[in-house]
């Protein structure tokens, strides 16, 4: 569903806090890095690789990818 968003949990699934709702198109493929406090995703609709803070802030584009 658009607009995506990208949401923090509990571990229980409560206290959900939206942390990413704009610049995105079909984000997937997600890996955590808890040395770095990083979010990764690919986004399969913009073709792109991206990361962020766990909060949500510092958002940085890594990848993207060219169809040739």
């Given at each position: 569903?658009?607009?995506?968003?990208?949401?923090?949990?509990?571990?229980?699934?409560?206290?959900?806090?939206?942390?990413?709702?704009?610049?995105?198109?079909?984000?997937?493929?997600?890996a955590?890095?808890?040395a770095?406090?990083?979010?990764?995703?690919?986004?399969?609709?913009?073709?792109?690789?991206?990361?962020?803070?766990?909060?949500?802030?510092?958002?940085?584009?890594?990848?993207?990818?060219?169809?040739?």
């Amino acid at each position: 569903q658009r607009p995506a968003k990208i949401y923090r949990c509990s571990i229980d699934g409560a206290d959900c806090i939206v942390i990413r709702n704009t610049s995105l198109g079909r984000p997937s493929e997600m890996a955590i890095d808890f040395a770095e406090n990083k979010l990764y995703w690919g986004d399969t609709l913009l073709k792109t690789i991206s990361h962020m803070d766990f909060d949500g802030n510092n958002v940085r584009l890594l990848h993207f990818f060219i169809e040739l």
